[in-house]
C-alpha cells in the first residue's frame, strides 16, 4: 500500500525552543511533493512501501517575513510512517550552517 495522493495538511514542531512551530499543506502525489503555507513554498519527493516512507524537501520563501529563520531556502530530509488518514515524520533542515529537526503531522484533508 502506497500512502494516499491527496491534499494534507502540515503540522511541523521543532525538538529545540528555539524555532517556530511550522504549519501548511502539502500535496502528494505519485512521488512528489509540493505545497506551502503564507512565506515558503515546498518542492520534493518521496519513496514509500509497507506503512514507511522517506523523502527530501526545498523549502524556499516566496514572501518576506519577519520570521527569525536564517537562511531563505532550506533542504529538509524526513523519514516516517504513514496510513490511510496522514502520516509521522522525523524530519532534519538544514538552515543556513545548523540543523533543525522537527516532529511533523500529516493529516489527509482530501485524497483517493
Known amino acids: 500500500m502506497a500512502i494516499r495522493n491527496g491534499l494534507y495538511s502540515l ?11 511550522v504549519g501548511g499543506v502539502l500535496i502528494l ?9 503564507s512565506y515558503v513554498y515546498y518542492t520534493g519527493s518521496y519513496d514509500c512501501s509497507g506503512g514507511n516512507w522517506q523523502g527530501r524537501m526545498t523549502s524556499q520563501e516566496h514572501t518576506p517575513t519577519t520570521r527569525p529563520i536564517s ?5 529538509i530530509g524526513f523519514i516516517g510512517t504513514y496510513n490511510d488518514a496522514g502520516a509521522k515524520v522525523d ?4 538552515v543556513g550552517e545548523h540543523s533543525v529537526r522537527y516532529d511533523a503531522t500529516l493529516r489527509l484533508l482530501f485524497g483517493n
Open 71 to 75: 537562511a531563505r531556502v532550506q533542504q
Open 29 to 37: 502525489r505519485d512521488g512528489t511533493i509540493c505545497g506551502g503555507d
Open 91 to 94: 524530519a532534519m533542515a538544514l
Open 11 to 21: 503540522t511541523a514542531i521543532p525538538r529545540d525552543s528555539k524555532h517556530d512551530e
